[in-house]
C-alpha cells in the first residue's frame, strides 16, 4: 500500500516571497503520478500541478513548481511570488493504476499581507 | 465546459438513517471515484467506478456503496449513518487515460456536507 506524508501542518509567509511544502511517498510501483492539490475555504479541491513519475524533468505552472526526487520518493511543491489568493490546505496526492488516489494529511499555507 | 457537480451540496440526517449522494461527472468522463474527508482522518478513497462497474474499493464498511449509471452518473448511499460519518463527500470524475494526455487528471466536485446528528 502507498503512503503519503506532508511533515508540515501549517507554514505562513508573505506575500510576494516564497514558500516550500514537503511531501515524501512510500511506494513499490515505477509507473506512477504525483499532484499537488489545492484547498481553499470554499472546500473545492483544485490541481495545482501535477507529474508523472517516468519525466525527469519537474513540472512548472506558472508560479508553483516542483522538485520531484523519485530515488528519494520526495515531491515538494514551491510557491513562488506568494498572493493572498494562495491561502488554502494544500495535499499531496499519489496515483498509480487506475484512480485511487491517496492523500498526504495536508498543509495549511497562510499568505499574509 | 460544465465541471462536476455533487448534489445535494448540505444535507443533516439522524442517526440510522440513509443518505444518497449524487455526483454528475464532466461530459466524456467514464471514471468517478468518491472521497471521504474528515478532520480526523483525511482523505479517505471510498470506491472508483467505471463504466458501470465497481474497479476500487477502499477500506469502508459495507454500509458505504455506490453504483454508477449508463451516462456515468454515480451515486453513493450510506445506510444506517452513525456519527462518524459526519464529513464532507467528494466526487471527482476523470477521463482515465495514461501517459502525458492529462487524462489521468482527476476533476473534483464541490462536495456534499453531510452532518448525522
Known amino acids: 500500500a502507498q503512503t503519503v506524508t506532508q511533515s508540515q501542518p501549517e507554514m505562513s509567509v508573505q506575500e510576494a516571497e516564497t514558500v516550500t511544502l514537503s511531501c515524501t511517498y512510500d511506494t513499490s510501483e515505477n509507473n506512477y503520478y504525483l499532484f499537488w492539490y489545492k484547498q481553499p475555504p470554499s472546500r473545492q479541491m483544485i490541481l495545482v500541478i501535477r507529474?508523472?513519475?517516468?519525466?525527469?524533468q519537474n513540472a512548472t505552472e506558472n508560479r508553483f513548481s516542483v522538485n520531484f526526487q523519485k530515488a528519494a520518493k520526495s515531491f515538494s511543491l514551491k510557491i513562488s511570488d506568494s498572493q493572498l489568493g494562495d491561502t488554502a490546505m494544500y495535499f499531496c496526492?499519489?496515483?498509480?493504476?487506475?484512480?485511487?488516489?491517496?492523500f498526504g494529511g495536508g498543509t495549511r499555507v497562510l499568505v499574509k499581507p | 465546459k460544465a465541471g462536476v457537480t455533487q448534489t445535494p451540496r448540505y444535507l443533516i440526517k439522524t442517526r440510522g438513517q440513509q443518505v444518497t449522494l449524487s455526483c454528475s461527472p464532466i461530459?466524456?468522463?467514464?471514471?468517478v471515484s468518491w472521497y471521504q474527508q474528515t478532520p480526523g482522518q483525511g482523505l479517505q478513497f471510498l470506491f472508483e467506478y467505471f463504466s458501470e462497474t465497481q474497479r476500487n474499493k477502499g477500506n469502508f464498511p459495507g454500509r458505504f456503496s455506490g453504483r454508477q449509471f449508463s451516462n456515468s452518473r454515480s451515486e453513493m448511499n450510506v445506510s444506517t449513518l452513525e456519527l462518524g460519518d459526519s464529513a464532507l463527500y467528494l466526487c471527482?470524475?476523470?477521463?482515465?487515460?495514461?501517459?502525458?494526455?492529462?487524462?489521468?487528471?482527476?476533476?473534483f466536485g464541490a462536495g456534499s456536507r453531510l452532518t448525522v446528528l
Open positions: 461530459s466524456g468522463h467514464r471514471s
Open positions: 496526492a499519489f496515483k498509480a493504476a487506475g484512480n485511487k488516489l491517496t
Open positions: 471527482a470524475s476523470s477521463l482515465d487515460g495514461t501517459g502525458d494526455s492529462g487524462a489521468n487528471v482527476l476533476t
Open positions: 507529474q508523472e513519475a517516468y519525466k525527469q
